[in-house]
Protein backbone atom coordinates (compact mmCIF):
# COMPACT_ATOMS: atom_id res chain seq x y z
CA UNK A 1 0.00 0.00 0.00
CA UNK A 2 0.95 3.79 -0.32
CA UNK A 3 0.58 6.12 2.09
CA UNK A 4 0.55 9.80 1.32
CA UNK A 5 0.82 13.30 2.87
CA UNK A 6 0.63 16.46 1.86
CA UNK A 7 2.12 19.47 2.83
CA UNK A 8 2.46 22.73 1.58
CA UNK A 9 -1.01 24.72 2.24
CA UNK A 10 -1.71 28.02 3.87
CA UNK A 11 -2.88 31.47 3.07
CA UNK A 12 -1.82 33.36 0.56
CA UNK A 13 -3.12 36.66 -0.95
CA UNK A 14 -4.48 36.80 -4.56
CA UNK A 15 -1.70 36.81 -7.27
CA UNK A 16 0.64 34.84 -4.64
CA UNK A 17 2.29 31.19 -5.23
CA UNK A 18 1.99 27.83 -3.22
CA UNK A 19 4.18 24.75 -3.79
CA UNK A 20 2.22 21.63 -2.49
CA UNK A 21 4.30 18.53 -1.68
CA UNK A 22 2.93 15.09 -1.55
CA UNK A 23 5.38 12.74 -0.14
CA UNK A 24 4.99 8.94 -0.70
CA UNK A 25 5.85 6.23 1.81
CA UNK A 26 6.43 3.54 -1.09
CA UNK A 27 7.06 4.20 -4.95
CA UNK A 28 5.31 7.30 -6.20
CA UNK A 29 4.48 5.70 -9.30
CA UNK A 30 3.34 2.46 -7.51
CA UNK A 31 0.02 2.34 -10.23
CA UNK A 32 1.58 4.34 -13.33
CA UNK A 33 0.22 8.11 -12.51
CA UNK A 34 -0.27 10.74 -9.97
CA UNK A 35 -2.82 12.88 -9.21
CA UNK A 36 -3.79 16.20 -7.38
CA UNK A 37 -7.46 16.86 -6.73
CA UNK A 38 -9.15 20.10 -4.43
CA UNK A 39 -12.41 19.85 -3.27
CA UNK A 40 -13.83 23.22 -2.30
CA UNK A 41 -16.53 23.71 0.42
CA UNK A 42 -20.12 22.67 -1.06
CA UNK A 43 -18.10 21.41 -4.76
CA UNK A 44 -17.59 17.57 -5.49
CA UNK A 45 -13.65 16.94 -6.00
CA UNK A 46 -12.03 17.71 -9.05
CA UNK A 47 -8.66 16.36 -10.68
CA UNK A 48 -6.18 19.72 -10.79
CA UNK A 49 -3.32 18.24 -12.54
CA UNK A 50 -2.00 14.45 -13.05
CA UNK A 51 1.02 12.66 -14.01
CA UNK A 52 2.58 9.98 -15.35
CA UNK A 53 5.50 7.75 -14.70
CA UNK A 54 6.84 8.85 -18.07
CA UNK A 55 6.90 11.89 -17.47
CA UNK A 56 3.28 13.23 -19.76
CA UNK A 57 1.14 15.74 -17.87
CA UNK A 58 -2.36 16.94 -17.47
CA UNK A 59 -3.86 20.46 -15.85
CA UNK A 60 -7.32 21.61 -15.63
CA UNK A 61 -8.44 24.11 -18.16
CA UNK A 62 -8.85 26.49 -15.39
CA UNK A 63 -5.44 26.38 -14.01
CA UNK A 64 -3.36 25.84 -16.86
CA UNK A 65 -0.85 28.48 -17.32
CA UNK A 66 -1.01 29.05 -13.75
CA UNK A 67 -0.30 25.42 -12.00
CA UNK A 68 2.35 23.15 -12.80
CA UNK A 69 2.64 19.58 -11.63
CA UNK A 70 5.68 17.57 -11.92
CA UNK A 71 7.76 14.70 -9.72
CA UNK A 72 11.14 13.29 -8.03
CA UNK A 73 11.37 9.47 -8.14
CA UNK A 74 14.81 9.95 -6.20
CA UNK A 75 12.26 11.88 -3.23
CA UNK A 76 9.25 10.04 -3.89
CA UNK A 77 7.47 13.38 -4.11
CA UNK A 78 5.04 14.82 -6.29
CA UNK A 79 4.85 18.37 -6.80
CA UNK A 80 2.09 21.42 -7.39
CA UNK A 81 3.38 24.57 -8.59
CA UNK A 82 0.67 27.67 -7.83
CA UNK A 83 1.49 30.59 -9.60
CA UNK A 84 -0.68 33.37 -9.85
CA UNK A 85 -3.54 32.29 -7.36
CA UNK A 86 -7.37 33.17 -7.03
CA UNK A 87 -9.99 33.05 -4.51
CA UNK A 88 -11.80 30.65 -6.60
CA UNK A 89 -8.58 28.08 -6.02
CA UNK A 90 -9.48 27.97 -2.33
CA UNK A 91 -9.85 24.42 -1.45
CA UNK A 92 -8.59 21.11 0.34
CA UNK A 93 -5.68 19.68 -2.19
CA UNK A 94 -5.47 15.97 -1.64
CA UNK A 95 -2.41 13.93 -3.43
CA UNK A 96 -3.79 10.86 -5.13
CA UNK A 97 -1.57 7.43 -6.58
CA UNK A 98 -3.53 6.38 -9.22
CA UNK A 99 -2.79 5.33 -12.98
CA UNK A 100 -3.42 6.88 -16.50
CA UNK A 101 -3.51 6.44 -20.47
CA UNK A 102 -2.61 7.91 -23.57
CA UNK A 103 -5.69 8.81 -25.72
CA UNK A 104 -5.06 10.23 -28.90
CA UNK A 105 -2.58 12.44 -27.17
CA UNK A 106 -4.18 13.41 -23.97
CA UNK A 107 -3.69 12.10 -20.59
CA UNK A 108 -6.37 10.35 -18.92
CA UNK A 109 -6.16 10.02 -15.16
CA UNK A 110 -8.37 7.42 -13.32
CA UNK A 111 -8.15 7.78 -9.43
CA UNK A 112 -7.52 4.60 -6.45
CA UNK A 113 -8.27 4.42 -3.57
CA UNK A 114 -4.86 5.72 -2.34
CA UNK A 115 -5.08 9.40 -0.81
CA UNK A 116 -3.87 11.93 1.59
CA UNK A 117 -5.84 13.19 3.96
CA UNK A 118 -4.99 16.87 2.45
CA UNK A 119 -3.74 20.34 2.56
CA UNK A 120 -5.58 23.36 3.12
CA UNK A 121 -4.80 26.66 0.57
CA UNK A 122 -6.66 29.56 1.34
CA UNK A 123 -6.29 32.15 -1.39
CA UNK A 124 -8.06 35.53 0.26
CA UNK A 125 -6.67 39.68 1.05
Known amino acids: QVQLVESGGGLVQPGGSLRLSCAASGSIFSGNAMGWYRQAPGKERELVAAISRGGNTKHADSVKGRFTISADNAKNSVYLQMNSLKPEDTAVYYC???????????????????WGKGTLVTVSS
Open 96 to 114: NAGSAAMAGGTLIYYASSY
